[in-house]
């Protein structure tokens, strides 16, 4: 499977974008989707999931503000994330995987390259 993220930029303290991650794969619809990213100097970290039946999970902190959906008709991933701040700026991913749960790193087998999201304060 290969993933292409997008949909990142450079966003004020408050605001909102969409990022979108399109599959190769025509059994998107059967795979689980995640979005982790990664701040500056950190960990890679568990943003959202969404699995293949659409049930979803998110991070606590990121509970609330960002919201996870796909369409499988056109084998995309969203990521709709509002009230940005600062500590939001990281490296975002998109990730694909068939295994039973749908929440850390190891759950996925397939990533795209990551889309930059800057907030500034």
């Known amino acids: 499977v290969q993933l292409q993220a997008s949909g990142g930029g450079l966003v004020q303290a408050g605001g909102s974008l969409r990022l979108s991650c399109a599959a190769s794969e025509r059994t998107f619809s059967t795979y689980n989707m995640g979005w982790f990213r990664q701040p500056p100097g950190k960990e890679r970290e568990f943003v959202a999931g969404?699995?293949?039946?659409?049930?979803?999970y998110y991070a606590t902190s990121m509970k609330g503000r960002f919201t996870i959906s796909r369409d499988n008709a056109k084998n995309t991933v969203y990521l709709q994330m509002t009230s940005l701040k600062p500590e939001d700026t990281a490296v975002y991913y998109c990730?694909?995987?068939?295994?039973?749960?749908?929440?850390?790193?190891?759950?996925?087998?397939?990533w795209g390259q990551g889309t930059l999201v800057t907030v500034s304060s």
């Open positions: 990730a694909a995987g068939t295994r039973a749960y749908y929440t850390g790193v190891n759950d996925f087998q397939h």
């Open positions: 969404i699995s293949w039946r659409s049930n979803t």
